[in-house]
């Protein structure tokens, strides 16, 4: 852990929706998706204006942006919580048939490398390389809980909570462990870069902030 080492935050603004949760950068524009409404909006992020606004099958844990489309865990089912990940065409909305169930039935934050999906469990510390069909192909381990997982310049992220006492990091990707780099100000819900900025939620000030190293 790099001692002292804090990130800047250099935007924050209101959501257009309150729990905001997932969060997925493509281009020009942020997608949210909020726990509370179930329902994804598309932001302009220029004028953070909606220009999107579409149901989701369920509770919407994570978005990434993989080309011009968007995957999506969500959290189905009600209280029996059956998590899988679908495919969201901005312009259409999601696709029924395109769907994935998570492995073991659990999974919550989704990261896009170019190639493949990676996949985290929260609770379980644990960061999974997909293959197109949701089977493991490589594993990752963290000592925090998971609460956000991007890639920026090939090198993968992680926002993690280790509770009060241990707060909030930043983390990366090392030697197939999650190494804390950073200490972050409060819990970062989902996790997203645009090329120049991390983005991430903020559901105690229902906000979305963008933060640099």
């Given amino acids: 852990?790099?001692?002292?080492?804090?990130?800047?935050?250099?935007?924050?603004?209101?959501?257009?929706?309150?729990?905001?949760?997932?969060?997925?950068?493509?281009?020009?524009?942020?997608?949210?998706?909020?726990?509370?409404?179930?329902?994804?909006y598309g932001i302009d992020r220029a004028h953070f204006t909606v220009f999107e606004e579409r149901p989701a099958p369920g509770k919407p844990v994570s978005l990434v942006a993989v080309g011009e489309e968007l995957r999506g865990v969500l959290s189905e089912g009600g209280d029996d919580d059956h998590r899988f990940i679908r495919r969201y065409i901005p312009g259409h909305g999601f696709k029924e048939r395109d769907k994935l169930a998570c492995p073991d039935d659990t999974g919550s934050f989704l990261a896009y490398d170019g190639e493949a999906l990676w996949l985290s469990q929260r609770y379980n510390g644990r960061i999974y390389l997909l293959d197109g069909s949701a089977h493991i192909r490589r594993e990752i381990e963290s000592d925090g809980q998971i609460l956000g997982i991007t890639f920026v310049d090939g090198a993968l992220y992680a926002s993690l909570w280790f509770g009060k006492d241990g707060g909030a990091k930043l983390g990366r990707v090392s030697n197939d462990r999650v190494e804390v780099i950073a200490s972050l100000p409060f819990a970062a819900i989902s996790l997203a870069h645009d090329g120049q900025r991390f983005w991430c939620n903020d559901p105690k000030t229902t906000s979305i902030v963008a933060f640099t190293l």
């Fill in 1 to 40: 852990m790099e001692q002292g080492t804090f990130v800047e935050e250099v935007l924050r603004l209101p959501s257009p929706a309150p729990r905001p949760q997932a969060l997925a950068c493509s281009g020009e524009h942020l997608w949210i998706g909020s726990w509370e409404t179930d329902r994804i």
